[in-house]
């Protein structure tokens, strides 16, 4: 079946470096994207969303971009800082009413002082 | 800032007991959602609930999987006979709408001996 999946499994940077984090989704029926940041012993917390309408959106030192033509969703950390340091998850969601969201494997992000 | 929260954070049972998880998610929020994350794998849907009802359920939640909201503050998942391969984190979420920003608790680990 249609699934979303991640390229890198772990990236590994140096503090001050951009980092970007990718994900490959398959189903042309998704109509919003999220990202999540898993932190060790802790649930998934939301970094930022997209909407298929749209190619990017920027928030404080993160811009997810969306190509739809190429099904490709990435992440990108300004700045990195070893307090991001924690597995990426995308999430597709391709249900409009209910949030059932479908999860990518992860990455691991490891920043290194 | 409001958070979803999670008891217990960490149950050990024998195989065939049952196990309920609790979960209070945000107080404004409608929409209600149990995933679950067996150790080193992605994030799974399980089931979602609006109106007092399961708008959503995933294969995983077969006939041992029921959830409740027994009073305004609560939402529980029971699994009624648990199995060696239910163990996993299982993670609490909630929105304020069908919107698809969900908030996740913590989790809850259980493990099934």
């Known amino acids: 079946g249609e699934s979303v999946g991640l390229h890198l499994p772990t990236l590994s940077v140096q503090e001050g470096d951009n980092s970007i984090i990718n994900c490959a989704y398959s189903n042309s029926a998704s109509d919003y994207f999220i990202w999540y940041k898993q932190e060790s012993g802790k649930g998934p917390q939301f970094i930022i969303d997209?909407?298929?309408?749209?190619d990017k959106r920027q928030g404080q030192r993160v811009t997810v971009l969306l190509n739809k033509t190429v099904k490709h969703l990435s992440l990108q950390i300004a700045a990195t800082q070893p307090g991001d340091s924690a597995v990426y998850f995308c999430a597709e969601n391709i249900h409009s009413g209910y949030s059932t969201l479908t999860f990518g494997k992860g990455t691991m992000l490891l920043v290194s002082p | 800032e409001p958070e979803v929260t999670q008891t217990p954070s960490h149950q050990v049972t024998q195989m065939g007991q049952e196990v309920i998880l609790r979960c209070v998610p945000i107080?404004?929020?409608?929409?209600f959602y149990w995933y679950r994350q067996i150790l080193g794998q992605k994030v799974e849907f399980l089931v979602s609930?609006?109106?007092?009802?399961?708008?959503?359920k995933s294969e995983i939640f077969d006939d041992q999987f029921s959830v409740e909201r027994p009073d305004g503050s609560n939402f529980t998942l029971k699994i009624r006979s648990t199995k060696l391969e239910d163990s996993a984190m299982y993670f609490c979420?909630?929105?304020?709408?069908?919107?698809?920003?969900?908030?996740f608790g913590a989790g809850s680990r259980l493990t099934v001996l």
């Open positions: 979420a909630s929105g304020v709408s069908g919107a698809n920003v969900l908030t």
């Open positions: 609930f609006y109106n007092n009802e399961i708008s959503e």
């Open positions: 107080s404004n929020h409608l929409y």
């Open positions: 997209i909407r298929s309408n749209m």
